[in-house]
């Protein structure tokens, strides 16, 4: 996985039954762009259901499409601007599927009148970035510097001298 800065992609498209497989192609290069392979099925399929349901019901067949990704999670969103289609009188299969797929979903309405339909992805432990070993940290005596008026050769008569004096005790 690349890192865990933020990644977002816009798109704003008219629906058309032919360009929904087009959409699904690219929402799908972008997760693997940003390295989010094992999402691409369950987004491009949950994405793909929310198009097919705008191209069937709604008037309007301009849509925009969304996606954030944070490093933990990813969040996609389709607005579409139809005040007749509401979330509760979507084909009952739409939200199922979308429920089934995704971690979490939501709707709420914008204020031209229309609705967002999101829903969310977190990263499974597999898609997480191994971990580094960290250098272990310097002892103490590695740490610290020798004092500038110490000479290396001063230090090691000093250590000489500690040596023969606990030798002596």
Sequence with gaps: MKTAAPCYYH??????PERIGRIRRILAAHLRYWNLDLLVESVCHCADVLLRTIDEHATDKNATIEMWWNGQH?????QDSERDILPHSAPSGCLTQIAALSNGWGCCATD????IIWFSQRA????RAPL????????????????RALQ?????????????SAGSR
């Design 152 to 164: 290396p050769a001063a230090v090691a008569t000093a250590r000489e001298r500690e040596h023969a």
């Design 112 to 115: 031209t009148g229309g609705k």
């Design 11 to 16: 798109l704003d498209v008219e629906i058309r």
């Design 74 to 78: 990813l969040i996609t969103a389709v």
């Design 132 to 147: 580094v070993p960290v250098r272990p940290a310097p002892s103490l005596h590695d740490a610290r510097p020798l004092p």
């Design 124 to 127: 499974r432990a597999a898609e």
